[in-house]
């Protein structure tokens, strides 16, 4: 088993920046590829990045560009910058953890945090 848990969502205005970070407990957080999803009020949850275990880094289209996502092995987190934030991009944000390779589907992923709400402001 692994617990998950998301901090660093709030309110921020359009054109700003948050931090997201995902704390992992449990099994040893180096065996896992992590993603990042999020929900929007009304609408499925959808891939927003995703980091394999060797650090290699997948993002949607939605967020290239603007969102990093990244990991700390020694600190058991992955992070997701999000600069140059749009109204659109308010959600709940959801960490997740799969054992195989990084991959873009919710169904893909074995593990999930509570999220953290973001909110942009226009």
């Known amino acids: 088993q692994v617990q998950l848990v998301e901090s660093g969502g709030g309110l921020v205005q359009a054109g700003g920046s948050l931090r997201l970070s995902c704390a992992a407990s449990?099994?040893?957080?180096?065996?896992?590829?992590m993603g990042w999803f999020r929900q929007a009020p009304g609408k499925e949850r959808e891939f927003a990045a995703a980091?394999?275990?060797?650090?290699?880094?997948y993002y949607a289209d939605s967020v290239k560009g603007r969102f990093t996502i990244s990991r700390d092995n020694a600190k058991n987190t992955v992070y997701l910058q999000m600069n140059s934030l749009k109204p659109e991009d308010t959600a709940v944000y959801y960490c997740?953890?799969?054992?195989?390779?990084?991959?873009?589907?919710?169904?893909?992923?074995?593990?999930w945090g509570q999220g953290t709400q973001v909110t942009v402001s226009s």
């Open positions: 980091i394999s275990r060797s650090g290699s880094t």
């Open positions: 449990g099994r040893p957080f180096s065996w896992y590829s």
């Open positions: 997740a953890a799969r054992s195989g390779i990084a991959a873009s589907g919710v169904r893909d992923y074995e593990y």
